[in-house]
């Protein structure tokens, strides 16, 4: 099978690699779940929504109607009380959960780009990642360098032919907007120095 950049893939490789697409994509639904519980344990513990909104780097208002059904769920099926632990270390678990949320769905996005990399199809992916393929795409390509491979000949002042390739790769201008990705984006500028 020829993956992208015209390398030669087994098909073990790309069923390995729409293996870990969909382990990423699952990595996603428990780093949520623990989110949703963490938001609940600080709403249980006083925690304002302004605070859990501030841990999460979030506006409250969005927080509260994402979070807010789905942590009032968990606190009647779990029946937290008030008194278990102090408020501010509940804030720090919203904070780390949400943050392993974020880093789940980075995984998520490189987890496609090696799937894609390996010649699994858009169509697969789609599936993998319960989106329809137009979504799928515009989620995640935006993500993904484009290369672009191009072949010239050329003859030698000896005659013979020279076969010369060109690749090229679009750098995506996109980024999500996260603390990781600025702290990406600096590790890369200090890598370049």
């Known amino acids: 099978m020829t993956g992208r950049l015209g390398a030669e893939y087994a098909p073990e490789d790309n069923q390995q690699a729409a293996a870990d697409l ?20 600080a709403r249980a513990r006083g925690a304002s929504w302004d605070a859990i909104a501030a841990a999460q780097s979030m506006d409250a208002a969005n ?9 009032q769920q968990v606190q009647e099926a779990e029946g937290f009380d008030a ?22 769905e980075w995984d998520e996005i490189d987890a496609v780009a090696a799937a894609r990399f390996r010649g699994v199809p858009w169509d697969e992916v789609s599936r993998i990642v319960e989106m329809r393929q137009p979504n799928a795409v515009r989620k995640y390509g935006q993500y993904l360098a484009e290369p672009k491979v191009s072949v ?41 120095l």
């Open 22 to 41: 969909a382990a990423a994509h699952q990595a996603i639904y428990a780093a949520e779940a623990a989110e949703v519980r963490a938001v609940a344990v």
């Open 63 to 71: 927080s509260t109607r994402k979070y807010g059904p789905l942590a």
């Open 83 to 104: 008194g278990e632990g102090a408020k501010q270390d509940a804030l720090e678990a919203v904070k780390t959960a949400h943050q392993a949320v974020e880093d789940a």
């Open 152 to 192: 010239s000949f050329q003859r030698a002042s000896d005659g013979a032919l020279v076969i010369k390739e060109t690749r090229t790769v679009r750098i995506p201008r996109t980024t999500l907007p996260t603390r990781r990705t600025r702290a990406r984006q600096k590790e890369q500028v200090a890598a370049e």
